[in-house]
């Protein structure tokens, strides 16, 4: 790394980066406080984001916290994940119109704003390599994910703690930035405000760095972003043993616990719509009064609901216990198979999110000590 | 190219507040394409005008509640060729099913000054407890978009997308902050049927459930979370009992925090 990948970045240096990623044309988002929560929204610069708050999570409960600083990164990941911009929860796919002459279909034009993602978690680029792995590659690319992903500039940060649901350390996707940034920050404590160590990732990063107002690094900014990460690193609210997990649920379809978690889980699907990798979709269609127009819209589907796996004569995961079941087993195990990574990138969301609960690293523990405890005499 | 001839739409109303058939008035901007592509014959609602049957799509308000409705309902089931019924009432038999469990007699002698004169059943039930309904669309009262969206599909003829997933599902769609999750507020739109559009919840209150069970709601589980976040037995007991009373799951979850 030389010395014009990184640099020293203060809260003014952070607002010129917000600012010049939209001179550039970018819109940009970022994390902001709403409804008692921290979303992704729009951010016109820095004061758009969360100074000073933070986020007090567990399964279930999330509450948003002042904290005895200024830092702007000082919480985790909250409801809303960058998937919401990468892949929408509805969008249409074709518009038709039928008129005397003739029936035309009109597909959805490629997107044509460039979207810049300010405080991108080590755990979110995690997911977005793996929704990259479904929508990106391949026969059967999506060319709509792939323009608003190529367009996108990514600021990561590096967290400085982790939340109570967190557990990216089990999941070994962070909580340091390693890759699939162009940008990414770390904020330390230096006087009054904190700076931002600012580190670029990619030859767009470069050059938009190379723009900024900044100092160079010193030694101990260094020292103070290694163990700021360290320390989140070494706090994580939960953790998840995943050595042997796919056969460990692949072979116990059959274990208790599903029933036990069955008797809890309300098939909201909340879980499936929090989780930065689930990716499934169905498609509605619909058509004018006047029989003159129809489109179909793509939308966030959930495997929770009966629809998802209702084939000729019914649904084929007519239970809760099958449909948690189905979910948890393609997240940790079947998710190898099929993409060659886990689906979970340890994020915390669902079990925050989750109305009673449901934390999906104790459920793995349950099976898992259950059988260790059953071939132990 | 021959013109076809315009569907014959009616509009019934059973026992119910009519909120439900305004809706198809409310529908503002689309109000003349719908008059446009249907011939609205009986819609005492909005005009006296009364074309006779019989019709291609009965809209069906209200619930049963007299022996006369019951009757009333199989004469509009004879005249339409699809039976659509609209609302809470119609589909669940509405807030006054509260009646069922209780005794109509003693509600007759205190609200009316000569009880004589009433003759009603012990009874207010949905619509397909008396006649086969082709489509049943939740709600109280039934959202305008869903509305129209039934008619477009039976103009077009396929099924109208009213999915029966929970309230959650539409909630994170929109983007809300979970109003349970972040700020405790008790909210039963776990078990309740989408279509809606997250209303309250948008709006930082706990859902209702205006639109009855989803399809498969675990309403004991969530009972236990309506009460670590506050409520009381009897609080859980009215939360259910309200337009969807009668709907199995909730009728059965409020017995179950009976007093
Ligand atoms: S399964 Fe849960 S913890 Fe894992 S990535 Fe999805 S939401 Fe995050
Ligand atoms: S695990 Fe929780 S969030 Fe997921 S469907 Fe069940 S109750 Fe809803
Ligand atoms: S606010 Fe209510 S409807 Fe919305 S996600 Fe939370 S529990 Fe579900």
């Known amino acids: 790394m030389t010395s014009s990948d990184r640099a020293v970045l203060t809260r003014d240096g952070l607002d010129a980066l917000i600012a010049t990623l939209a001179a550039d044309g970018y819109r940009v988002y970022g994390p902001t406080v709403r409804d008692g929560a921290i979303v992704y929204d729009d951010i016109a610069g820095v004061a758009d984001l969360p100074a000073g708050w933070t986020d007090e999570q567990d399964a279930g409960s999330y509450r948003l916290k002042r904290r005895d600083d200024d830092a702007l990164f000082g919480y985790v990941v909250g409801p809303h994940s960058w998937k919401k911009y990468l892949h929408p929860p509805r969008r249409r796919l074709w518009r038709a119109a039928k008129t005397e002459e003739a029936l035309t279909f009109t597909a959805e034009p490629e997107p044509a704003e460039r979207f810049a993602f300010i405080g991108v978690r080590s755990c979110e680029i995690a997911a977005m390599a793996i929704q990259d792995k479904v929508f990106a590659v391949g026969d059967y690319a999506d060319p709509q994910y792939r323009a608003r992903r190529d367009g996108a500039f ?95 649920l692949v072979n116990n379809p059959d274990h208790p616990r599903w029933d036990e978690v069955a008797a809890r889980c309300l098939t909201c699907g909340n879980c499936t719509m929090v989780c930065p990798t689930c990716f499934c979709t169905t498609t509605e269609d619909s058509s004018d009064l006047d029989g003159g127009g129809a489109e179909r819209t793509q939308r966030w589907d959930s495997c929770f609901t009966l629809d998802f796996s209702y084939i000729h004569g019914g649904s084929v995961r007519s239970s809760s216990k099958a449909r948690y079941r189905q979910w948890m087993t393609h997240k940790l195990a079947t998710w190898w198979d099929q993409f060659d990574t886990s689906g979970c990138v340890g994020c915390g969301r669902c079990i925050t999110w989750c109305p009673v609960g449901i934390d999906i690293t104790e459920e793995a523990r349950a099976i898992r000590s259950d059988l260790t405890r059953e071939t132990k005499p | ?89 119609a589909t669940a038999g ?47 009262p039934i959202d305008k978009g869903q509305l129209i969206e039934v008619l477009s599909a039976f103009l077009a003829g396929r099924k109208p997308v009213t999915p029966a997933h929970s309230v959650c599902l539409d909630c994170k769609l929109k983007g809300n902050v979970c109003v349970t999750v972040a700020h405790g507020t008790p909210c039963i739109g776990p078990v309740t049927h989408a279509g809606c559009g997250a209303i309250c919840p948008s709006y930082d209150r706990g859902c209702y459930g205006c639109f009855g069970p989803m399809e498969t709601p675990n309403a004991a589980a969530l009972s236990r979370e309506l009460a670590r976040h506050g409520m009381s037995r009897d609080q859980i007991h009215r939360v259910y009992r309200t337009f969807n009373t009668a709907a199995e799951p909730f009728r059965e979850e409020a017995e179950r925090h009976g007093s």
């Open chain 2, 1 to 89: 190219m021959a013109t076809r001839r315009k569907p014959k739409l009616a509009v019934w109303k059973f026992a119910s507040c009519d909120g439900c058939q305004l809706s198809l008035l409310d529908c503002e901007d689309e109000l003349l394409a719908i008059a446009g592509a249907v011939e609205i014959a009986y819609f005492a609602e909005a005009t006296s005008a009364f074309v006779k049957g019989p019709y291609d799509l009965s809209l069906v308000e209200g619930s049963i509640t007299t022996a006369h409705d019951a009757e009333r309902i199989r004469n509009v089931r004879a005249k339409s060729k699809a039976l659509v019924t609209i609302g809470a009432c």
């Open chain 2, 94 to 140: 509405g807030v006054q099913a509260l009646r069922n469990f209780a005794d109509v007699e003693a509600f007759t002698s205190v609200v009316y000054a000569h009880p004589e004169y009433i003759s009603t059943l012990g009874t207010s039930t949905p619509i397909a407890a008396h006649v086969p309904v082709d489509f049943e669309l939740r709600g109280c």
């Open chain 1, 154 to 248: 990514v600021v990561a940060v590096n967290c400085g703690e982790a939340g109570g649901t967190c557990f990216c350390v089990s999941m070994k996707t962070g909580p340091h930035v390693m890759s699939g940034f162009d940008l990414s920050l770390t904020e330390i404590e230096r006087g009054d405000l904190p700076v931002y160590l600012i580190e670029a990732g990619s030859d767009a990063g470069r050059d938009l760095l190379a723009r900024l107002p900044c100092r160079p690094v010193e030694a101990n900014d260094i020292t103070a972003a290694d163990a700021a990460v360290a320390h989140a690193a070494a706090q994580m609210g939960r953790t998840l043993e995943t050595d042997g997990i796919r056969d460990l």
